[in-house]
Nanobody, 125 residues
């Protein structure tokens, strides 16, 4: 299983960024997908997760109302749209997948079996 995150980069505060996670070796239509982030010296933090159908989503409190997670099952890809970015959003962003057949949305990173390598997002003031 490979999860390839892309789309990171440098963005000004207040701006937007779109991250993508392309999956191979796993059919994401059968997996709960999530995004997490980690800053230096901090624990890996839950950002968002999306159910198999795409109809249910959950978000971390820090990003609620600003970020949107979506899935494109035809392309086996998960998207994270980030708006109104803040300096505090600077982190390495990871996509993750729960094992096939598990349908419950979880905020706990230990519930996710597969992880991508991460993509750096830096928000400047």
């Amino acid at each position: 299983v490979q999860l390839q995150a892309s789309g990171g980069g440098l963005v000004q505060a207040g701006g937007s960024r779109r991250l993508s996670c392309a999956a191979s070796g796993i059919t994401i239509s059968r997996s709960v997908m999530g995004w997490f982030r980690q800053s230096p010296g901090k624990e890996r933090e839950f950002v968002a997760a999306i159910a198999l159908s795409g109809s249910n989503t959950i978000y971390g409190e820090a990003v609620k109302g600003r970020f949107t997670i979506a899935r494109d099952n035809d392309r086996n890809t998960v998207i994270l749209e980030m708006n109104s970015l803040q300096v505090e959003d600077t982190a390495v962003y990871f996509c993750a997948a729960r094992s096939n057949g598990i349908t419950v949305l979880r905020r706990d990173r230990y519930a996710y079996a597969y992880w991508g390598q991460g993509t750096q997002v830096t928000v400047s003031s």
